[in-house]
């Protein structure tokens, strides 16, 4: 079956965005740090467009490349809308999932479809992969994924940066103990890529 995997930028203190992120500053103010590391040289060198993404390095390269085989995208309503939709086309033509708490009247652009439930969601999202993994975007789709038991892996890229504020990717979770297993470390120029899987709920609370 498909994974979701959440793939972030993160800086060392947990934010994934400096304050006042929005439509117009999508990474907040000083956000932007966390994407030094990259270059944008797709065919529209668009800095909100994934898909002209590429890391100065070769591992930062691998982990970007890693997640542009992804057979589908997940995402929060928010930072879809943020960042223009994608202009309706995250990466390759993927079916793009959009999880909302209501859906628009008006509909996405492209080959997104919004739903309400994120169970639901998430089994739209596996499904329309075609048995690669599901691309997850979002803290606050992150989170919600994370409490429904459907989020499976975080590959998350810490940045040697402190941003003091904005908004931090774990921020509102419940007390409950979640569990992880660190399935790869990889060693960048600067940073460092961390790969985990979400252990089953029953398998944390039998171990503790």
């Keep these: 079956m498909a994974k979701i995997v959440l793939y972030m930028f993160m800086s060392l203190d947990g934010f994934i965005a400096g304050p006042d992120d929005g439509p117009e500053q999508g990474l907040g103010v000083g956000g ?4 030094d590391f990259l270059t944008f040289d797709g065919p529209d060198d668009d800095p909100d467009h994934p898909s002209s993404a590429r890391s100065h390095d ?3 390269a691998a982990v970007m490349a890693e997640a542009m085989t992804t057979g589908a995208v997940l995402t929060g309503r928010r930072t879809f809308e943020f960042a223009g939709q994608w202009g309706g086309d ?3 033509g993927v079916p793009i ?3 909302t708490r209501s859906a628009p009247a008006e509909p996405p652009l492209g080959h997104a479809r919004y739903v309400t439930d994120v169970r639901e969601a998430a089994a739209q999202a596996r499904a329309a992969a075609g048995g690669r993994d599901v691309l997850l ?3 606050e789709a992150a989170r919600a994924c994370l409490r429904a038991g459907v989020l ?3 590959a998350l890229s810490v940045v040697p940066v402190l941003l003091g504020a904005g908004r931090r990717l774990f921020d509102d979770m419940p007390p409950e ?3 992880l297993e660190l399935v790869r470390a990889l060693d960048g120029p600067g940073m460092v890529h961390l790969r985990y899987r979400v252990l089953p709920a029953s398998a944390s609370a039998g171990e503790s």
Excluded: I, N, Q
Excluded at 32 to 35: A, D, F, I, P, T
């Design 32 to 35: 932007e740090r966390l994407h």
């Design 58 to 60: 070769e591992v930062g």
């Design 90 to 92: 995250h990466h390759d």
């Design 97 to 99: 999932v959009v999880l």
């Design 137 to 139: 975007h979002g803290a």
């Design 152 to 154: 499976d892996e975080m």
């Design 177 to 179: 103990l979640v569990e």
